[in-house]
């Protein structure tokens, strides 16, 4: 009998990691107990076969799955922040942005974001109000009641972005071929097709709701003191030029690398190694790269099938209903409609 872990899963995380967990039994949105079975015995090998490779892809992709499960049954507070976005598409900075304005714009007064910033649903010491939550889920699955933000880039950029995470996130130490990774984000997770076409679909729709602030990463590149202002008035937070200004200083790319430890998820590595069953990496899957951030460079990097699988699916689960051929097109037609909001007022 292998040694077995135990941890929460939600249904919703079990329905995306199913294939690694053929325990779980899916009801409803009740929480319920998951065995992760141990690594097996090859795990632990230098390198690995095909079949292998995917077979630990699989199994832990789906514990990474089960570690950032949620609390479904949990009730926000009508102040309550969610950070609801894609992965790879500006949680950490979007999240930052809101700390800094709840503190005033100081420097970084914590050793690891998650302790100050949570989980959907996870239960954490807030240093001030409102308190801000994270997540991926699909802004159309989660209990209303708080203040959603969310935001989009250019989806091969944000799977780039996954594939360099996660690759580190789940210590592959270069034993999984690229493709296999690839794949698995496109089509086993649906990174694209499923994750961020139906999230855009959803917000595009309610872009107008009173409790719902869309915006875009290279918004916050490009108008990054802009963001902060719109990120303030939406969260109802009042403040001077002068605590804008502290905010964006340090909200910005340098100072946040500057403190890029504080944003690695560190506290909470030595729990996600153990299900792993793999000693933590020395260096820890980056959420603030030192050369990240880049627009355009998953165009450039990502192999070219893959480019092709992404440009499909947007074509078919986002052009096919929204008409925009691309996420640019999204972000000025947005960027259009509030200026004649702005205009008309």
Known sequence: QPARIDCILTASSARTVAPAFHCIKQAGMETQRAAIPAPPEWARAE????????????????????????????????????????AKCGTTWVSHICHQLRMGGSDPDFDDQGKVVSLFGRKIEHPADPRIFITHMSCSKLPRGGRIITCFRDPKDMVLSAYRFFKSMIVLKGRVAPNLIYTYLLEDMGLVKNRYAEKLLYCWEHRHDPDMLLLFFDDLKEDHIGCVR????????????????????????????????????????????????????????????????????????????????????????????LGFKDIDEVRMEWKKERLDIASSE
Do not use: N
């Open 47 to 86: 390198s690995w076969t095909p079949e292998q490779q995917k077979q630990e892809l699989q199994r832990r992709m789906g514990i990474v799955m089960t570690f950032m499960s949620l609390d479904l049954k949990f009730s926000p507070r009508p102040s309550d922040v969610i950070v609801a976005t894609p």
């Open 230 to 321: 719109r990120i303030a008035k939406f969260i109802g937070i009042d403040c001077s030029e002068e605590v804008i200004s502290r905010v964006v200083h340090t909200t910005t790319h340098a100072e946040m690398v500057r403190h890029q430890r504080k944003f690695d998820g560190h506290s909470g590595r030595e729990k996600l190694s153990l299900m792993l069953g793999d000693e933590p990496p020395s260096e820890i899957g980056e959420r603030v790269r030192k050369d990240g951030g880049k627009t355009g460079e998953g165009e450039k990097v990502i192999p070219e099938e893959f480019r092709q699988l992404i440009d499909r699916q947007w074509q078919e689960f986002v052009r096919a209903k």
